[in-house]
């Protein structure tokens, strides 16, 4: 036992404080590049592409469990990213969702 075990249960606070900070930094940072990828031509065709490639914005009809699995898991990236943008505003989300 440490000579200085009384500090221990603050320790333990502080770090698990300093983790979720440092989570916290790491989700807005990456909110931040999103929001800047969005604003280009290039960055909105890239995120669209994404939602495309992993179906989002489709139905998904029950085949065999394996094959629904995947494509589920496949979707569920999409479905964090589209999170991630609407949390940014519908004013980045609208754009992609449509039609070109």
Do not use: C
């Not at 500090?7 to 983790?19: C, I, T, W």
């Not at 990456?30 to 995120?47: N, Y």
């Not at 990236?77 to 989300?93: D, K, P, Q």
């Amino acid at each position: 036992m440490s000579k200085d075990f009384w500090q221990e249960p603050y320790k333990k606070d502080q770090l698990a404080k300093n983790s979720q900070e440092n989570k916290q930094i790491e989700h807005d940072e990456l909110q931040k590049d999103l929001q800047f990828l969005l604003e280009s031509p290039q960055g909105k065709r890239f995120i669209k592409a994404l939602f495309q490639s992993t179906h989002v914005f489709e139905s998904m009809p029950i085949g065999n469990k394996e094959w629904y699995a995947w494509h589920e898991g496949r979707r569920s990236i999409g479905l964090m990213l589209y999170h991630r943008v609407l949390a940014l505003g519908i004013n980045y989300l609208m754009p992609l969702q449509g039609e070109d």
